[in-house]
């Protein structure tokens, strides 16, 4: 009996299939599903995108559930992160066009889902870093936390009122606290 071969999608063969819920990641030449939110979700992902977008407004974009295309393991990779941001530099204004970010964003965030583990979301951390993605927030919205990876250091996690800034995103401080409020789900 032989096993059947399954041919791998190239990058081109991805985007061109048909677009739909749920969206799709390009990992290893599979087309795989991505896991369709729940409400701490959602509201993580609504109080994180107001409070990045007020910050970065004439800075940069930050974008809802837009692929990225990327590099892992030497093959082509879209993972398509809850948000990320892009500053200006990086994407310039005259680059509009619709279609998937084409450089590596400085910030790509993955909230945790609740079939999704840490150690997960941590290794797909280290896929966006290896990407040259810069930074890369895994948000917990069970443990309230939000656990910062960079290149070349160790990940710090934030809980409650100790406020999250970074050098690379002038002027921006926050709270986990801060967001899972604004998220509704701080009581």
Not at 15 to 23: I, Q, R, S, T, V
Request: glycine fraction near 6%.
């Amino acid at each position: 009996m032989t096993q059947a071969v399954t041919r791998k999608l190239t990058l081109q063969e991805f985007f061109a299939l048909p677009e739909g819920e749920p969206y799709n990641e390009l990992i290893d030449g599979e087309a795989v599903p991505k896991l369709s939110p729940k409400r701490f979700h959602s509201r993580s992902t609504g109080a994180l995108f107001t409070l990045l977008t007020l910050w970065g407004q004439a800075k940069g974009e930050v974008g809802i559930e837009w692929a990225i295309v990327l590099t892992r393991n030497g093959k082509d990779w879209v993972p398509v992160p809850d948000l990320l941001y892009i500053s200006n530099e990086r994407l310039t204004l005259d680059e509009f066009e619709d279609g998937p970010c084409p450089v590596p964003p400085e910030l790509a965030i993955e909230i945790i889902s609740p079939d999704q583990t840490f150690g997960e979301m941590a290794e797909k951390a280290t896929d966006y870093l290896n990407a040259g993605v810069l930074r890369i927030w895994v948000v917990d919205p069970k443990a309230k936390s939000i656990t910062v990876f960079a290149p070349n250091t160790a990940p710090v996690t934030y809980r409650g009122d100790r406020s999250l800034t970074d050098p690379l995103f002038p002027g921006l401080e926050l709270t986990a606290q801060q967001v899972f409020q604004q998220a509704g789900l701080e009581r």
